[in-house]
């Protein structure tokens, strides 16, 4: 079974620019999140998604973080403009249930 | 607004010791507790998932217990191996999901 998959592994950029970030969840996983993670921190839930629609989204900074998942699978977060507090490791995950989530490798954001 | 802290922050070893990382939280209106092994540069990998009705979770040489009257998890790691050595993370289900902020285990040959 494949694992959830992420894109761009690592990811420079200045501050003010945009970035997005790309995940695909273990097919048949119904529920997506994605988390930030600020070095030596846990992580912490920017928003979930059940199938295409927003469950959660609660601690997502919607002035300049925006996610979506269209089609109900893939889903892309964007930040823009980025700032230089937004340099953290961003991770997607996905579940079949409200139990085990599953998480994909990462995306490293350093901003300048 | 459920806290989650977790102690000790770093933790040394010797190989073949026994081990206990600690997990605390404020809300004990949990639907679950996993714990979470984390490796440098790698996504998180799922150890253990203990149900809210649940007392305790065993596979392998780990044990995690779930006291929710006192907010306490712990993980119980038996004979620990180099191969070990990573940041433990639980994580509570409640009305959000939230994460503790980890206890990195270094276990030396």
């Known amino acids: 079974e494949a694992g959830v998959a992420q894109s761009p592994r690592y990811k420079i950029i200045e501050k003010r620019q945009s970035v997005a970030f790309w995940c695909n969840p273990i097919?048949?996983?119904?529920?997506l999140y994605w988390y930030q993670q600020i070095l030596g921190q846990g992580p912490k839930l920017l928003i979930q998604?059940?199938?295409?629609?927003?469950?959660?989204d609660s601690q997502l900074p919607k002035d300049r973080f925006s996610a979506e998942r269209l089609k109900g699978v893939d889903s892309t977060l964007k930040i823009q403009p980025a700032k230089l507090e937004d340099s953290a490791v961003y991770l997607c995950a996905s579940s079949s249930s409200t139990d085990t989530q599953y998480f994909g490798p990462g995306t490293r954001l350093t901003v300048l | 607004k459920q806290e989650v802290t977790q102690i000790p922050a770093a933790l040394s070893v010797p190989e073949g010791e026994n081990l206990v990382l600690n997990c605390s939280f404020t809300d004990s209106a949990i639907y679950n507790l996993q714990w979470f092994r984390q490796d440098p540069g790698k996504g998180l990998t799922s150890l253990l998932l203990?149900?809210?009705?649940?007392r305790e979770q065993t596979s392998g040489r780990l044990n995690a217990s779930l006291d929710k009257s006192s907010g306490r998890s712990t993980l119980y790691i038996a004979a620990s191996q180099p191969g070990d050595s990573a940041t433990y993370l639980c994580a509570l289900t409640g009305n959000q999901f939230y994460f503790g902020t980890g206890t990195s285990l270094t276990v030396i040959p």
């Open positions: 998604f059940q199938n295409n629609g927003v469950v959660d």
């Open positions: 203990i149900q809210s009705s649940q």
């Open positions: 097919s048949g996983h119904a529920t």
